[in-house]
């Protein structure tokens, strides 16, 4: 590219797109080391050189009642970013994934001649098809991180570009589980229960106790296993350690400030919140039980708006329940102890037809099936293994020498 400085202004919302921005960051850097780039980003893209507006944490808000609790201040934001942008004058707006959030400030870049990049698409394969009217309104491009999407943007003849994961990228296929318990200086040989709440106070506030209480429950059928709890930041590395407290089990807690990553490599199970984390844990190869909770009203809208089977990402990709997901009600310390027993065990029975219920997923435990999801997993993760990041600024790159051009 030529030397003439070229302006982008990128927004991210959390943490997880954070990660992929900053990584798209990097690449673009890489290739042209005079961009001016602008927005708002968390940590990672600001130590890759972003200069962030207003702080991403205020932007990190989850489900539907939770967004209108928040809903004046975010406007303000946007209104305010609105402004900023038309000061700051870019060659291209590129949003990561919060569509909510990104479409309506992308679609006002636009109407103002600014090309338009969404990150991540929006999950209408998964429910309320009709917003993309509203993408193709607001972008004149969109990437996507699985392949399953292409064929919505096929049907609505919007242009958009399969990048795969950038974590299917940097993770290794065969993860060395006894580096990262050495990293963690997990020297004793003991079981290792990963156990990730969320990045969310609400998520923590919501999942943690639920969590603990089976991990209480495992100490009775494993009294050697320990538990790690990995933290996102110093704020809930502190609501943590508030809540595990008042645990009988806590001397075998151990939470930390250590990547997730790596603590989910270093484990032999994985409890965790629903999100991006469950697509981590199965690039880190780890057996997994998915849980979540909602506010009772996001949990029946989304039951009357969402089309797909499965809610975790993995399972999504497979077509099938590789692992089981609860939600609601089903969260349950009793039924998600007792197949993480049988899955440390590896006992090769099937778990009780009991615990089946409606709205909720379980798979059997047997060697079988442990191999298969294990099998499974190396699918999946050599399928989103295209080199997104590199993938993702080509196509921003492409869409400046238009522009600039």
């Known amino acids: 590219m030529s030397s003439l400085s070229r302006k982008i202004v ?8 954070d990660m992929l921005a900053s990584r798209l960051i990097k690449e673009l850097r890489e290739a042209d080391t005079d961009l001016e780039m602008c927005g708002i980003g968390g940590p990672l893209c600001q130590a890759q050189g972003l200069e962030s507006w207003f702080n991403m944490d205020e932007l990190s808000v989850m489900g539907l009642v939770e967004v209108i609790k928040h809903l004046p201040r975010l406007l303000r934001i946007r209104k305010e970013l609105k402004q900023k942008i038309l000061d700051f004058a870019p060659d291209l707006y590129i949003g990561v994934d919060a569509p909510d959030f990104n479409l309506p400030v992308a679609k006002f870049a636009k109407s103002h ?6 990150y991540v698409s929006p999950t209408i394969w998964a429910w309320r098809e009709k917003r ?8 004149h491009h969109v990437l996507g991180l699985f392949p399953f999407e292409t064929s919505v943007y096929q049907k609505y003849q919007h242009p958009y570009t399969f990048v795969g994961h950038p974590m299917a990228d940097e993770i290794p296929l065969e993860p060395n589980q006894q580096q990262a318990q050495a990293s963690l200086g997990l020297i004793n040989n003991h079981p290792v229960l990963a156990l990730l ?3 969310r106070a609400s998520e923590i506030k919501s999942m943690l106790p639920s969590f603990l209480a089976t991990f209480e429950l495992l100490k009775k059928q494993h009294p050697e296993l320990k538990a790690l709890i990995p933290a996102v930041n110093d704020v809930c590395f502190d609501q943590i350690q508030q809540m ?9 807690i151990n939470i930390t400030r250590d990547d997730a990553r790596t603590v989910m490599i270093a484990s032999d199970f994985v409890l965790l919140t629903s999100g991006t984390a469950t697509l981590e844990a199965m690039l880190c190869k780890r057996p997994m039980l998915s849980a979540y909770k909602m506010s009772n009203l996001t949990y029946w809208m989304m039951r009357k708006l969402y089309k797909p089977k499965y809610f975790s990402l993995p399972n999504i990709l497979a077509e099938q329940a590789l692992f089981p997901e609860l939600l609601q009600e089903d ?3 009793q039924r998600m102890a007792s197949y993480i027993s049988a899955v440390l065990t590896k006992e090769d029975a099937a778990i009780d037809h009991t615990i089946q219920v409606e709205g909720s997923t379980m798979t059997e ?6 191999k298969h999801q294990g099998e499974m997993f190396l699918t999946l993760h050599r399928a989103l293994q295209q080199n997104a990041s590199q993938q993702a600024a080509k196509v921003a790159l492409q869409m400046l020498e238009q522009t600039c051009s």
Do not use: M, N, R, W
């Open 197 to 199: 709440p969320g990045s």
């Open 113 to 118: 001649d600014i090309q338009t990049l969404h």
């Open 244 to 252: 595990v407290a008042s645990y009988p089990a806590q001397d075998d």
């Open 132 to 139: 993309i009217h509203k993408i193709i309104a607001s972008t």
């Open 331 to 333: 969260v349950e310390p």
């Open 10 to 17: 990128l927004v991210c919302a959390e943490p997880s797109g």
């Open 365 to 370: 435990v047997s060697a079988t099936a442990l």
